[in-house]
């Protein structure tokens, strides 16, 4: 399948209250690599992405996330785009090439559920360690090291008016609503999941009483039996963990959820399902709350639908 306009998250810029705790969480033990340090915040990639860095630590007085991006496939398809989210009624900033470092022009506008939201189509690329000709299948040793994170996958955000952020995400970035949960009595959507490419999801929104809330950034990694392994480390250096292992019955992800020293939650996902444009939305509503969240023990956690950041 050809992907559209917006190919995947490609920057999250999340608050950390103490660089260097967050520094050790995001670097050794989950084994992002730094690439950068620049007035202040620090920059990582996931070892098999190509863009300079996909993660952003940003020092502040509160946890949470500044701003999020994503990646599209040409400058043709911002040019495109900014009048198309100015019809929706969301106001475009243009934002000059430079200003966010090794970066090319941004639009940047303030989703209905109040994220800041951007979308670039040039970022410098340093590669994956790997040549493009002849790379072979595996990095030298100690690239892949921590939790093998392969890439940044999706994320989860908060807010009041979910059904509108999707309508922006499904009418005018023409993303698909994978699945979504439901309450079973008045059929108001708890969450919604949209994807622009094969995956479950590329990003998804949770009702909240509050505006503009952070869930979680998600990373990829290649198996279930990764996931466990990831968990296994998790353990061993005493990382606050939230749920996991288990696996969702929503997206069919096997994960496990877990927090940086900020109270910032961070998952690793495996699997799940491929989804095409014909694969009809799924409805899951709180008849099987459990089983939607997490299908191995059928347990929904207040504290997955409640902490945010």
């Not at 730094?34 to 070892?47: L, N, S």
């Not at 430079?98 to 340093?126: C, D, N, W």
């Not at 009809?280 to 956690?301: C, E, I, K, Y």
Request: contains cysteine.
């Amino acid at each position: 399948m050809a992907l559209r306009g917006l190919l995947r998250v490609g920057e999250v810029c999340i608050r950390v209250m103490d660089m260097k705790k967050a520094r050790r969480h995001y670097d050794e033990i989950m084994g992002l690599h730094e690439v950068m340090e620049k007035d202040g915040k620090v920059y990582f990639k996931c070892w098999d992405e190509h863009d300079h860095h996909s993660i952003i630590l940003s020092p502040s007085d509160r946890a949470g996330m500044d701003y999020f991006a994503f990646k599209v496939s040409s400058d043709d398809v911002l040019t495109d785009l900014a009048p198309k989210i100015e019809k929706f009624g969301l106001k475009v900033k243009h934002i000059e090439a430079g200003v966010y470092p090794k970066s090319g022009r941004r639009l940047e506008f303030v989703l209905p559920t109040g994220h800041t939201m951007q979308l670039y189509a040039e970022k410098e690329q340093i590669g994956n360690t790997m040549p493009t000709l002849n790379p072979g299948v595996t990095p030298d040793d100690g690239v892949v090291r921590g939790c093998h994170i392969n890439r940044v996958d999706h994320i989860l955000l908060g807010g009041q008016y979910i059904q509108e952020s999707a309508r922006l995400f499904m009418e005018v970035f023409d993303f698909d609503l994978s699945e979504r949960f439901v309450d079973h009595e008045s059929q108001t959507p708890l969450a919604m999941f949209l994807t622009c490419t094969t995956k479950p999801h590329d990003i998804a929104f949770v009702l909240q009483p509050e505006q503009n809330k952070y869930h979680h950034t998600s990373f990829w990694l290649e198996s279930a039996h990764e996931v466990v392994k990831a968990a296994d480390r998790i353990g061993k250096y005493r990382v606050p963990v939230d749920v996991g292992p288990n696996r969702h019955g929503i997206t069919r992800g096997a994960t496990i959820y877990f927090f940086d020293p900020s109270g910032n939650r961070c998952e690793v996902f495996a699997e799940g399902y491929v989804h095409y444009p014909d694969t009809p939305t799924l409805t899951w509503d709180t008849t099987d709350g459990g089983h939607a969240t997490f299908s191995q023990d059928n347990v929904m956690r207040e504290s997955f639908l409640s902490v945010l950041t």
